[in-house]
């Protein structure tokens, strides 16, 4: 096989302008170059670009999964794209070898569908909720997982012809575990490789106003589109608790139960539940689809 050739996708909302041009200086460094780098503005005026780099304008925020999945498509039309690394705009790689590791990687296994980066602060910290397994106390661990980090991620074109792209619906919130769970259900593999950094800055996840309710309503979609139908109240049963016992804010709880609601009223696109080997599967991994 040869060494797959590699885009790079970014989304911006206008609002980083110094930390994307660190992040596309970044990019430019790589000893293995991109083919191509395309940069959607998410509902945002498209900041001035770079020579060789390819704008694509939305003229409304559509999302994460919308905004990447407009990336894909102007990606796809070059034709000469491998593997898909999706960068966040206020990311920056400090390593010039990571599209090198990322290109051997995918050369040597041609069943590997996802990599995800490690996301780590200006001080080397990784935040535990940034680790893709249950047993978060070393980020150092790679491995095959069951989802990965949307900050920093590597994605193979076939794999995304077999399973489709991001779930539009999602707009922001799990829409990698969607994408996750059915690679692994195609028989893809998620690869943790925590030698690829992305430096980020430290950040709660509750910096979004929509967090709580895009996580509520999201999961349950999760639950409706891919578990099997025994799994899927056992599935929204254990976060419930788990919602319950860590969050201290009622305004984030109600938000939360709001959007749960949300996501049991509403349609979320074809359902196509796992097979049981999948679960099984992803048991093995660590990490049962019930938690």
Not at 45 to 65: F, K, Q, R, Y
Not at 128 to 143: E, F, I, K, N
Not at 248 to 274: D, H, I, Q, T
């Amino acid at each position: 096989m040869r060494q797959p050739r590699l885009g790079v996708a970014i989304l911006t909302m206008g609002n980083r302008p110094r930390e994307l041009d660190a992040l596309l200086e970044s990019v430019a460094a790589q000893h293995t170059p991109a083919a191509r780098i395309v940069v959607v503005a998410n509902g945002a005026p498209l900041p001035l670009l770079p020579d060789g780099v390819t704008g694509v304008i939305l003229a409304e925020n559509e999302g994460v999964a919308g905004g990447r999945n407009a990336a894909l498509a102007r990606l796809r039309e070059f034709g000469d794209v491998d593997v898909v690394v999706d960068l966040d705009d206020d990311g920056l790689l400090i390593s010039k070898d990571d599209f090198c590791r990322v290109a051997e990687l995918f050369e040597q296994d041609r069943r590997l569908g996802i990599v995800s980066f490690r996301i780590a602060d200006e001080r080397g910290r990784t935040q535990r909720r940034h680790v893709p397994r249950l047993r978060a106390s070393d980020p150092l661990r790679g491995g095959y997982v069951t989802t990965f980090l949307g900050g920093g991620h590597a994605l193979s074109t076939a794999m995304l012809d077999e399973t489709g792209g991001w779930p539009d619906e999602f707009f922001y919130a799990h829409e990698e575990t969607d994408l996750a769970w059915r690679a692994l259900d195609a028989r893809w593999r998620v690869l943790y490789a925590p030698e690829l950094v992305l430096q980020h800055p430290w950040t709660s996840p509750t910096r979004h106003a929509v967090y709580h309710r895009m996580v509520a309503r999201n999961r349950v979609w999760l639950a409706k589109r891919h578990l099997p139908a025994v799994l899927v109240p056992l599935y929204l049963g254990v976060w419930t608790a788990l919602t319950l016992a860590r969050t201290r804010s009622r305004a984030g709880l109600r938000a939360w139960f709001g959007g749960f609601a949300e996501g049991v009223r509403m349609p979320c696109g074809r359902r196509k539940p796992m097979r049981w080997r999948t679960v099984w599967r992803m048991t093995r991994l660590g990490r049962p689809p019930v938690i």
